[in-house]
C-alpha cells in the first residue's frame, strides 16, 4: 500500500471533502496530460470535478506559478474590491516551500491558501526515460503500483522501467521532501531526504574557473532568450523583469552571449536565498540547459553562509531581508 | 521565385531636424520639421494624407509617427510627438535638438479618402493630440491649388484644456478665413478662455453639419471615438462615410512583423485609415 | 535512387560546389539540424528537429545596421548558397506559409528572400509520426511536397528522390550521375510507405474551424482555456509557422529578434494601454490567428501540424485539445 494510486483517491476524498466544507474556493491539482505519461495543472472548481485529479510521478509543475494571479488585480477586471479566494494547492516539498515564499514576500495571503501537502516520491525525467528507450519516443505509458512505469515504445516494445531510475536529478538531491507548512496532508510512501553535501556542486567548483566558464557559456550559448524558465518560476511574479526593463534597459534584447548572460546572471543571484530546487525552470527550458548547477550553487551557499533554507518556514526571514551584524561577509572579501 | 526589391524597407532615410515647437503647456507635445538630408529621399518619399512614417533615433530605436505635414508642403516633414516618461523612443526624440540627425522610414499605411472626398461637404472631428494627420489633411485642403476642389469644410477640434491646443497659430489663421467653420472647444477652460467649452461629441451634436453630401473624418482617443459614433450616425452618415484612424503598438510598419492586428487587419498595412463600415466588420472591434 | 552508402559521395559533391549543408547531426542530445562539417556527420535515426528550421530563414536575432560617424552601414544581405537536407514535409510546408508573409507583393523582406532564394530544401519524408503529430488534419500529409524542392523516401538502403520543384530538378540533374532510376519495387515501396505512415498520424476535426471562430471572438472560452498558460511564449518560439518579431536599437545597431504574441509586453503600448492585457486574449490571438486570420488574409491555416507546441508547452496546452474546446 501507499503506491501512488491510493495516494491519488486520498487526495480526491481530501479535495471533495474542502469543497463540501467550504474551505475552498478552488484547488489548484494534476490531471491527465495529452501526451503518454504526462500530467498538467488543473483548476478544480467543484467537488464533482475532483475526479480529474491525479497523483503520479509525472505531477512535474510546481503549482505555486500560478497562486499570485489569483491576488493580483486583473487587468480587465470591471469592479475591483472583491477579496481573493480560498485557493487549495496541491503541493510536493519543493512546491509548498515555494508556497510559503510567496507568502513572506507577500504575493498572496496565508489566510486564503490551503497547502494540501502530498507524500511525494519523487517525479521522472522524461529526458532519462527517453535515453532507456534509447532510439524510440514514448508512443504510451502508465504507471504500475510499486513505481514501475510500463511505457511503449514507438516501435511498439513494451518496457518496464523504475520510477527510481529515472526520477529527475532535483528529486535524488532533495533535502525536503517532506510537505512541513501543510493544511491538509494526504499521507503516503515518500522519497527518502537525500543528503549528499552538495557533491555534484562540489565537484564542479574543483574544476579550474576556465573550466568552469567554459560550461558556462556553452550552455548559455544555447539559450534562445523565450524566458520559460522565468515563467514557470513561482519566485519570477516581477511586474516587468529587469531583462526586459526598456528605460533604463539593462541588457540588449539580442543574442550577443553577454546580453544573455547577464540576463541569466542576474535570474540566478535573484533566486539566492528564494530558489526552492523545484526544476521547474529546466523542465520548462525547450533547449535543455542545465540551470539547476548554477541555481543549487547559489542554493548552497546560502545554506552554508546564513544556514538559511528557503520556504521552510513562514517566520524565518530570508537571508536578503535582514540584516544581522554578525552575518557571514567572507565573500565580500574573499571573492 | 519573386523579382529583388529595389529597396531594403528596414533602413531609414537620414533627416535632419530643422525645427523644433513646444506644442502645450505640459510641454510632452513637440512639433519637428525635418528635412531630408539627400535630394533623392526626398524625391521618392511621396505620400498622403492620414499615412504615418517610422521615425528612428539611433541607439534607441523605432516608432510609428502620424505625418503632419501636408503632402503640398514641399521639401519638409512635420511631425507632433508625444513624450511618455515610459517611451524610450519619444524620450530619445524630445532630448534632441534642432540640426541633430534622425532617421525616417515609410511612407507607411493608407490614406485618407482624398479623392472620394473632393466635391463633397467635408467635416473633420480631432481631439486631443491625434489631431496630427487631420492638420496634414486640413493644410492639403486648405491649399490654393486644392480648395476649390471641396465643398464646405467644417472643422470640430477638442482638447483637455487650453494650453492643450496644438498648432495655435494655424488654428488662428483657419479662424480667420471665411472658407472654412471651425469650432474649438476645451474640456475645460482658465481664466482667459474665451471660447466653447464641453466635450467633442456633444460639440458635434451642437454644430455638426447635415450627412447630405458629406464625409466626415474622426480622430481622437478612443474613449471619445466611442461616444462620437452615436451622434454621428444619428446625423445621418452611412458608415462608408465615417472615416477614422487607428493605432497599434508596431514595430515594422509593414505588415511582416505580426505586432498591430485587430482581428485579420493589420493597422500598419490595411490600416491605419478604416472606416466605420470596416470596423464593424472585423471579427475584433477596437 | 541513392544509396546510402552514396550519399557521402553526393553530400560531397554538393559541398564542393559551394554550398553550406544543413542536416541532420547526431549529436549528444539527439539529432539536430546543424552545418555539417564532414559528410559522415549524417544521420537519418530522427523522428523531427527539436527546434523549428525557420530559423535559418529567419534567424533568433540578426542585425540589420550598425550605425556609425552618423551614417547607416547595412549589413550586407546573406548570399550564402544553402542546402537544407531532411526538414520534415511539415517544416517544409511552413516555409510557403513564411513566404506569404515575408514576400508579398507590397513589401519584401529582403534578409529572408535572399535566403529562400539561396537556399534549396530536401525534405525526408515521415516514416515514424510521433503522438504529437497531426499534420494530416491541417492539410499536409507525411509525404507534402508543398514548401520543399526535392523529397526523399527512406526505403531501407536506399534514398529515393523525387523532384518537386523546377530549382529542385535542375538542381539534381547536375548530380545525376549518384542516382540510379528506380525500378518498380522501389515506387512500390515509397507508395506502402506513404499509406502506412498517413495512417499513424492522428486526426483531429477542425473542419470548418475558420467558420466557426469568427463567431467566438467574445466567447468566454478563452479565460477558461487559458488559465493554465503561463505566457511563456515557448509554443510560438517553436512553432514553425510562427514569424512575429521587433526592431530594436542596440547601443550603435539595430538588430530584428524573435517576438511573439505569447508575450505580454507584445502589445503594451507606451500609454501603459495593453489591448491584450491577460493571457486569455494572447491565446486568444495565437489561435485565431493561426486558423482564423491568416485563413482570411491568405487562405491557409497556419499550423503544420508539427506538435512542436504541443511537447514543448511546459503546462501541455495542447492546440489540437485547444481548438476543438473553442469551435466545440
Ligand atoms: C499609426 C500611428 C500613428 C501615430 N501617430 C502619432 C503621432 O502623430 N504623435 C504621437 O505622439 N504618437 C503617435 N503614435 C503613437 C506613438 O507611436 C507611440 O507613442 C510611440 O510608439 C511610443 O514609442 P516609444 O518608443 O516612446 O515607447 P516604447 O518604448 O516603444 O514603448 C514603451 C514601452 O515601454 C514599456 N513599458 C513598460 N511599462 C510601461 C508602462 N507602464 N507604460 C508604458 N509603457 C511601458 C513597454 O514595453 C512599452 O511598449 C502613433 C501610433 C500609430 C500606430
Ligand atoms: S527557458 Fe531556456 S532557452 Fe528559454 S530563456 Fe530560459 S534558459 Fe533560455
Ligand atoms: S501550432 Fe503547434 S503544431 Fe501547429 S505548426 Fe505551430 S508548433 Fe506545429
Ligand atoms: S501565433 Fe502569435 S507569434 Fe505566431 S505568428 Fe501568429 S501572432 Fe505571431
Ligand atoms: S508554451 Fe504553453 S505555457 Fe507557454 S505560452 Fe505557450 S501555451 Fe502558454
Ligand atoms: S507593425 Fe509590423 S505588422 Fe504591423
Request: neutral net charge.
Amino acid at each position: 500500500m501507499g503506491g501512488t494510486e491510493s495516494i491519488e483517491n486520498k487526495l480526491k476524498d481530501a479535495v471533495k471533502d474542502l469543497f463540501l466544507k467550504k474551505k475552498v474556493d478552488i484547488v489548484i491539482g494534476f490531471e491527465k496530460g495529452s501526451l503518454p505519461l504526462t500530467s498538467r495543472p488543473c483548476f478544480i472548481r467543484s467537488s464533482d470535478m475532483a475526479e480529474r485529479l491525479v497523483w503520479n510521478a509525472s505531477c512535474t509543475n510546481n503549482l505555486a506559478v500560478y497562486l499570485p494571479r489569483f491576488f493580483q488585480k486583473v487587468p480587465r477586471a470591471k469592479k475591483s474590491g472583491t477579496p481573493p479566494p480560498v485557493v487549495g494547492i496541491v503541493a510536493k516539498g519543493c512546491d509548498a516551500r515555494s508556497v510559503v515564499g510567496l507568502i513572506k514576500e507577500k504575493q498572496i495571503l496565508k489566510e486564503n491558501v490551503v497547502i494540501i501537502g502530498m507524500s511525494c516520491q519523487g517525479v521522472i525525467d522524461r529526458r532519462k526515460i527517453e535515453s532507456f528507450i534509447d532510439g524510440s519516443f514514448i508512443a504510451g505509458g502508465r504507471q504500475e503500483p510499486g513505481g514501475i512505469l510500463e511505457i511503449t515504445t514507438g516501435v511498439g516494445d513494451k518496457k518496464k522501467i523504475k520510477v527510481s531510475d529515472v526520477l529527475a536529478e532535483s528529486c535524488i538531491e532533495c533535502q525536503y521532501p517532506h510537505v512541513e507548512n501543510a493544511d491538509v496532508r494526504i499521507d503516503g510512501e515518500s522519497i527518502t531526504a537525500s543528503d549528499d553535501g552538495y557533491k555534484a556542486i562540489k565537484a564542479f567548483e574543483e574544476k579550474s574557473p576556465e573550466e568552469r566558464w567554459q560550461y558556462f557559456t556553452d550552455e548559455i550559448s544555447r539559450c534562445i532568450r523565450c524566458y520559460a524558465c522565468r515563467q514557470a518560476c513561482p519566485n519570477c511574479y516581477c511586474k516587468v523583469c529587469f531583462a526586459e526593463q526598456t528605460l533604463p534597459r539593462w541588457i540588449g534584447p539580442g543574442d550577443e552571449l553577454s546580453d544573455v548572460m547577464i540576463y541569466h546572471i542576474g535570474r540566478i543571484f535573484h533566486q539566492a536565498g528564494r530558489c526552492v530546487e523545484c526544476n521547474a525552470c529546466v523542465r520548462a527550458c525547450p533547449v535543455g540547459i542545465d540551470l539547476r548547477l548554477f541555481t543549487r550553487k547559489l542554493c548552497m551557499d546560502v545554506k552554508e553562509l546564513f544556514g538559511y533554507i528557503p520556504g521552510l518556514s513562514i517566520e524565518e526571514l530570508p537571508p536578503l531581508l535582514r540584516f544581522e551584524l554578525n552575518d557571514n561577509n567572507d565573500f565580500i572579501t574573499t571573492g | 521565385m519573386s523579382t529583388k526589391p529595389l529597396e531594403n524597407p528596414y533602413i531609414p532615410k537620414p533627416v535632419t531636424i530643422e525645427k523644433i515647437t513646444i506644442e502645450n503647456e505640459a510641454k510632452d507635445l513637440k512639433s519637428f520639421r525635418l528635412r531630408f538630408v539627400n535630394k533623392e529621399d526626398e524625391k521618392a518619399f511621396t505620400y498622403k494624407c492620414g499615412q504615418f512614417a517610422m521615425i528612428s533615433v539611433a541607439g534607441a530605436g523605432e516608432c510609428p509617427i502620424g505625418i503632419a505635414s501636408s503632402p503640398l508642403d514641399e521639401g519638409i516633414l512635420e511631425f507632433t510627438i508625444k513624450r511618455y516618461p515610459t517611451g524610450v523612443v519619444t524620450t530619445a526624440l524630445h532630448n534632441l535638438e534642432e540640426g541633430d540627425i534622425i532617421g525616417v522610414r515609410g511612407p507607411c499605411g493608407n490614406s485618407y479618402p482624398m479623392a472620394g472626398m473632393e466635391n463633397k461637404n467635408v467635416v473633420i472631428v480631432g481631439g486631443g493630440f491625434a489631431f496630427t494627420t487631420l492638420r496634414s489633411t486640413i493644410r492639403y485642403m486648405l491649399h490654393e491649388k486644392n480648395r476649390s476642389k471641396f465643398k464646405n469644410i467644417t472643422i470640430i477640434y477638442g482638447a483637455r484644456s487650453p494650453g492643450e491646443l496644438l498648432y495655435k497659430q494655424e488654428l488662428e489663421e483657419w479662424e480667420k478665413r471665411n472658407d472654412v467653420e471651425i469650432f474649438i472647444t476645451v474640456d475645460k477652460g482658465d481664466e482667459n478662455w474665451k471660447g466653447r467649452e464641453g466635450f467633442v461629441p456633444a460639440v458635434v451634436k451642437q454644430v455638426a453639419p447635415g450627412s447630405e453630401n458629406a464625409i466626415i473624418l474622426i480622430c481622437g482617443p478612443p474613449i471619445m471615438l466611442k461616444f462620437t459614433w452615436p451622434p454621428v450616425l444619428e446625423l445621418g452618415f452611412t458608415p462608408d462615410n465615417i472615416i477614422t484612424s487607428l493605432e497599434r503598438r508596431m514595430s515594422c510598419g509593414i505588415g511582416k512583423c505580426g505586432r498591430c492586428n485587430i482581428g485579420a487587419m493589420y493597422v500598419c498595412k490595411h490600416g491605419p485609415v478604416l472606416s466605420y463600415e470596416q470596423i464593424q466588420e472585423l471579427s475584433e472591434r477596437p | 535512387m541513392l544509396k546510402k552508402a552514396d550519399i557521402n559521395k553526393f553530400i560531397a559533391a554538393v559541398m564542393n560546389n559551394g554550398y553550406k549543408v544543413f542536416g541532420p547531426v547526431k549529436q549528444e542530445d539527439g539529432v539536430s539540424l546543424s552545418e555539417l562539417k564532414t559528410t559522415d556527420d549524417i544521420s537519418f535515426d530522427y523522428f523531427n528537429f527539436i527546434l523549428p528550421p525557420k530559423r535559418h530563414f529567419f534567424p533568433w536575432s540578426e542585425l540589420l545596421y550598425k550605425y556609425k560617424d552618423k551614417t547607416i552601414h547595412e549589413a550586407p544581405l546573406p548570399e550564402d548558397k544553402t542546402i537544407l537536407l531532411g526538414i520534415r514535409p511539415c517544416d517544409a510546408r511552413s516555409f510557403s506559409f513564411l513566404d506569404n508573409v515575408f514576400i508579398d507583393d507590397k513589401a519584401v523582406d529582403p534578409y529572408y528572400q535572399n535566403r529562400r532564394d539561396n537556399t534549396i530544401v530536401i525534405s525526408l519524408a515521415c516514416n515514424q509520426p510521433l503522438p504529437s503529430c497531426f499534420c494530416t488534419s491541417v492539410g499536409g500529409t507525411p509525404a507534402g511536397k508543398e514548401g520543399t524542392d526535392i523529397l526523399a523516401y527512406d526505403t531501407g538502403d536506399s534514398l529515393f528522390f523525387e523532384e518537386c520543384s523546377e530549382r529542385g530538378s535542375s538542381f539534381l540533374k547536375l548530380y545525376s550521375k549518384f542516382f540510379s532510376t528506380p525500378d518498380q519495387a522501389d515506387v512500390q515501396a515509397v507508395k506502402d510507405f506513404i499509406a502506412k505512415a498517413e495512417k499513424q498520424v492522428l486526426s483531429v476535426n477542425i473542419k470548418n474551424a475558420a467558420e466557426k471562430l469568427k463567431e467566438k471572438f467574445y466567447d468566454s472560452v478563452w479565460d477558461k482555456l487559458s488559465f493554465r498558460c503561463l505566457s511563456c511564449g515557448v509554443c510560438t518560439f517553436f512553432c514553425p509557422t510562427c514569424y512575429c518579431f521587433g526592431l530594436y536599437d542596440e547601443r550603435d545597431r539595430r538588430i530584428r529578434v524573435h517576438d511573439a504574441c505569447m508575450y505580454k509586453g507584445f502589445t503594451l503600448e507606451a500609454s501603459g494601454h495593453n489591448p491584450r492585457p491577460t493571457q486569455s486574449e494572447r491565446m486568444r490571438q495565437r489561435i485565431m490567428h493561426k486558423f482564423l486570420y491568416t485563413v482570411e488574409n491568405f487562405g491557409k491555416i497556419f499550423c503544420v501540424g508539427c506538435g512542436r507546441c504541443v511537447t514543448a508547452c511546459p503546462v501541455n496546452m495542447d492546440i489540437r485539445e485547444n481548438i476543438v474546446e473553442v469551435i466545440g
